[in-house]
């Protein structure tokens, strides 16, 4: 099976995943980037071996205003069986959507994840025209059908696979004994008693300020730690003004370092405004740890039921947000039974069965379009 998978940018859960569909098939991957320009540069992996062919559109020659031919050459030279684009708002996916409609070929449109938003019309009905589009769309949720149906996307043409950047070996296989997360606390200097992590970048969409603005709830042995970045003044600034010794900004970790904090905490709390998915959560509960987010956040939503393995909040409900935090940490029968519960869960969200669901819908996929 020839398969061409047109993606935004590289990143290292993306090459685990082309790199074990491409034991499986012929596997062409175009990146319209070679990286994402927000991300620190310390993450980027070697790929100097994989086991499918990539092309980078960002380091093609052309006239990039009007995006590069090489898609279209690329699509016209080779007979892939299947084709899946996941880039749509750039000229190079538009031109891709457009050529592969107009001529008939079938495609699959594929979303890690997808959040409705308000916008104005032109950006509604320009979406809605490039997404409708497709023949067939791999969507990661229920949460993720409702946006791409709001885009034209026929509901009865939409398959599910399980979107994460983990690995059976990265999933925990028992639970940590007390004296085993003491022992990565005290190799991480952690004195409180309670743990309590969060991660990502110190910016707005990630609502940091909402778990700060209410974290005088915990109390004085309850460590927050907030992992990514450096704090900006408005960080710092609350942190001072409410007194909050017991929180503490964490720089970017590698994945063997972060991997320890994982291991240390009690409670994952995600207070993000908007995540089409959100890869941390996959991978806290990969280290049994509960989850608090935002019904903003995709895998939340997709993943995360109330008092079975953590709680969703609405979101900008920073005191909601905290008390269900508190909730978890003091109640042990409830925060053994939600990380017996993430364990479980998250065994399906692995890059091995992502591959596999990719191979089962792409064999239905032409199966349909043999018999059309």
């Not at 320009?37 to 990039?64: C, H, M, P």
């Not at 599910?160 to 950047?165: A, Q």
Request: proline fraction near 2%; charge should be positive; charged fraction near 30%.
């Amino acid at each position: 099976m020839k398969v061409l998978i047109y993606m935004y940018a590289l990143a290292p859960y993306k090459i685990d995943f082309c790199n074990e569909l491409g034991k499986k098939v012929d596997l062409t991957v175009l990146f319209e980037k070679d990286f994402t320009n927000n991300r620190n540069k310390d993450w980027q992996t070697s790929v100097a071996t994989q086991n499918f062919k990539s092309i980078y559109l960002s380091k093609e020659k052309g006239l990039k205003i009007f995006g590069n031919s090489k898609i279209i050459n690329i699509i016209k030279e080779n007979k892939f069986d299947i084709i899946d684009i996941g880039v749509y708002s750039s000229i190079n996916g538009m031109r891709a959507i457009n050529y592969l409609s107009r001529k008939k070929i079938p495609f699959v449109f594929g979303v890690d994840g997808g959040l409705i938003k308000k916008e104005n019309k032109l950006k509604y009905y320009l979406k809605k025209y490039l997404i409708s589009k497709a023949n067939y769309y791999l969507s990661s949720g229920y949460k993720t059908d409702d946006y791409l149906i709001h885009y034209g996307a026929n509901k009865e043409r939409i398959f599910h696979y399980p979107f994460t950047s983990l690995r059976n070996s990265d999933i925990l296989t028992k639970l940590l004994t007390k004296e085993e997360k003491e022992k990565y606390k005290k190799e991480l200097k952690i004195k409180e008693k309670k743990v309590i992590i969060s991660i990502g970048q110190f910016v707005y969409g990630k609502g940091f300020d909402l778990l700060l603005e209410n974290a005088n709830i915990f109390d004085k042995d309850t460590g927050i730690y907030i992992i990514g970045g450096e704090p900006t003044e408005e960080y710092l600034e609350i942190k001072n003004r409410k007194n909050l010794t017991n929180v503490h900004f964490v720089g970017f970790k590698q994945k063997e370092e972060l991997k320890k904090y994982y291991l240390s905490a009690d409670v994952f709390v995600f207070p993000t405004r908007s995540d089409v998915w959100g890869l941390v959560l996959n991978e806290a509960m990969a280290n049994s740890l509960p989850v608090v987010t935002t019904n903003n956040c995709v895998s939340g939503v997709e993943l995360i039921a109330d008092y079975e393995n953590g709680f969703i909040v609405n979101v900008n409900d920073g005191k909601d947000l905290c008390k269900k935090a508190k909730l978890i940490l003091d109640d042990h029968k409830l925060k053994e039974h939600m990380k017996v519960n993430n364990l479980e869960k998250i065994k399906y969200y692995t890059i091995e069965n992502m591959t596999k669901r990719h191979l089962e819908i792409f064999k239905i996929i032409q199966k349909i379009e043999k018999e059309l």
